[in-house]
């Protein structure tokens, strides 16, 4: 993970040693209570959310 992400899980009480479940869930309810616009676009927190979510898919395959 790079440190605009690592820095969110900190915002959001979490580091990098959580679970991948864990994760996956906490950012998904972040992303969908913090980082959405009116018209559903996210904003630069909801970007660095759906990369961590990407990662984490990412993670799950190896």
Do not use: W
């Not at 915002?11 to 980082?35: P, Q, R, S």
């Not at 970007?47 to 990412?58: A, K, T, V, W």
């Amino acid at each position: 993970m790079n440190e605009q992400q690592i820095r969110l899980l900190k915002k959001i009480g979490l580091d990098i040693d959580t679970e991948l479940d864990i994760l996956e869930e906490a950012v998904g309810d972040y992303f969908n209570l913090h980082c959405l616009d009116e018209n559903y676009i996210p904003n630069e927190d909801g970007l660095i959310c759906e990369s961590i979510l990407d990662y984490i898919e990412n993670s799950d395959n190896l």
